[in-house]
C-alpha cells in the first residue's frame, strides 16, 4: 500500500530495450530542438487491458486490469514562469500554450476537444494536491515545456486517455518538488482527472497504469480505498497462456457518447442501487461519484442486516461468491415482469417515491444523460454477475491448475462479453465478429475490454494457436473492414500482451 512511484535509471523495465531506446533518443532530440536545451526528467505512463470486470468499478467491485507495454512518454523542462507549453512528436495532434492562473483552478475548456485537455486534467489534479496537502499556493505552481509521445492508441479501449493525465499529474507534481510519491496516492489524485472533462469513470484504468507490474497480474480493489494488489497468474504451464489484444480500429469516444453510454450507464447504475435498497427498506452510505447509494453498498448492507451475514472483507472468494448469487436471486425477485424492458422517468421516480423535479435533481443533473428508458433490470444482473465472473476466475486461479484450465476461464470470459453485449449492451457489430470469429479459430474466450463502445477485443489463447489466430482475425475481420489494410496497422492493432510496467519516472 505504501510502495512508491519508482524512478528509473535506465530503461531495463522495457522488454524491448533497444527499440525503447531509440524511441527516447528521438523523443529527447526533439525536445532539445523544440526547446533549445535539454530535458530534466521524463514521466511515463502505461494503458491497460481488463482481463476481466468491466462496468462494475464505479459500483466498487474489484477488476482484473493489467499495465500493457503501450505507454505516453514525456520528457520536460521545468520553467521559472506559470507558461506551459505542451507538445507531441505525432503531427496529428497539435501544440498548446497556456498559463497557469495564479489564484485558481486551471480551466478546461468545455467547446471543442483537445487531446491537451487530457494533459490539463492531470496538471488540475497535481496542482490541488500541492495546494491541499503541501501547502502551495497557486502562484509558486511553476509552469512546464513537455513533450509527449504515446503508443497507446486513440479510442481503441486501451486507456489512452489515462495514460496521459497520469503521466501529466506525475511530472507535474515532479515539475513541482515531490519527488516521492506512493502508488496509492497518485492512484487517488488521479481517479477523479477525467471527471473534469464530463465523463465520471470508476479509477480502474489509472489504477492499472500506477500499479502495473511487469509478469503479475493485479486486482484492484475499490474500497475502502482505491489500489491495486499484486499477484502471479498460478498457470499450469504459465508461457502456454497468450492474451492477444485486437483493436477493431472502431473508435470508442468515451468523451463524446457520454450522454448516451458510459454517463448513462453511471447514472442507470446508481438508480437502480436506490430502488433495490428502497424495495427491501434499506438505507445506503450515499458514497458513489454521484454521490448515491451504490450496488457494493446495497450488497453489504443488505447480507449483514437482512440475512445477518459477516461483513465482506472485499477479498474472501467463497463469500463473494455466495453474495453475488443471492444478490442474481434477489433482483429476480424484485422486478416484476413488466418492468425488465425499462422505466420512464416518471415510473423510476414514482418507485423511488420522489417527484419527477427531485428525481432530475438527483440523479440526472451532475452529468448530462439522454435516453429512453432505464434499463435497471439488466444493469443490475450486468453488474451481480460481472462482479461475479471476477470471482470466479479468482477462484480458478487459486485452485489446483487442472488441464482444463484455459478452456475454465475461456469460458467465464466468454460468459463476461454475454453480460458486456446483452446487459450493458457496450458492444458493436465489430466486436461481435471479432468475438465470433476468433472462437472459432483458436481463442478460448474473448471479451470487449474497458468501456466497450467500439475499441479492442481481448482473447485468451495459447502459444500453438495464437498464429491460426491472428491469420483468421486478418483474413475474416481486417481485410474485410478494411479492404488494402498496411502490415504496419496490423501490427499495431493485432497484439499480444504481458503484464507490464506501471508509471514511473525516468532519469536518463
Ligand atoms: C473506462 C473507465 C473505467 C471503467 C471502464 C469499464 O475505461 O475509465 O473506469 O469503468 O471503462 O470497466
Redesign the pocket.
Known sequence: MTSLVPTYKNLDFYPNVSASTKRYETLLTKFSEKFQKSHLFLARAPGRV?LI??????VFFS?LPMAIEADVVAAVGIRDDNVVNVVNTDGKYGPATFSLPKDSLLAIGKGEFHWTNYVKCGFLVAAKFLHEHHKKSYHEIKGVDVIYDGTVPTGG?L?SS?AISVCSALLFLRANGIEEITKLDLTAITVVS?HYLG?N?????QCASIYGEFGKALLVHYQPQIYGEIFTFPVVKPDDMVLLISNTLVEAN?FETAPVN?NLRVVEFAIAAELLAKRTGLKLEENSNLDCGTFRGFMDTYCETKLGWKKWDGHDIDQAIKMFNKMLELTEELYSEDERSGFSTELAASELGLSVDDFTKRYLTKFQVKYDKLKLYIRTKHVYSEALNVFRVLKLLSSEPTPTFLNDLGSIINDSQYCLQNLVNNSTQEIETVCKVALANGSYGSRVT???FGGSVVHVTDAGKVEGLKKALIEQYYEVKFPGITKEILDTALVITKPSAGASIVEI
Open positions: 481488463n470486470g468491466d462496468h462494475i468499478d464505479y477488476s479501449g486507456s489515462a477525467e465523463v469513470t470508476g479509477g480502474m484504468d468515451k458510459y474497458g468501456a466497450g
